[in-house]
C-alpha cells in the first residue's frame, strides 16, 4: 500500500508550486493542465521535474554569489 507524501513544508506553497511547475513544463514543451495529468508519459513527466530541479539548483547558485 502507497501513501501520498507530496506534502508541502509550508502549505500556503502550493500555489506557488503549481504555478512554478506550470511555468517548467511550459519551458520544456509539455502541456500540463490543471489536476490530474496522468495521460503524461514518463519522458514528460520526468522532463517537467528535471526542468524544476534545474530552475532550483540555478536559483540557489545565484544565491551564493
Known sequence: MSSNNNQLNIP???EAMDKFKMQAASEVGVNLKQGYNGDLTSREAGSVGGQMVK???EAY???LQ
Open 61 to 63: 547558485e545565484q544565491g
Open 55 to 57: 530552475k532550483m539548483i
Open 12 to 14: 500556503n506553497a502550493r
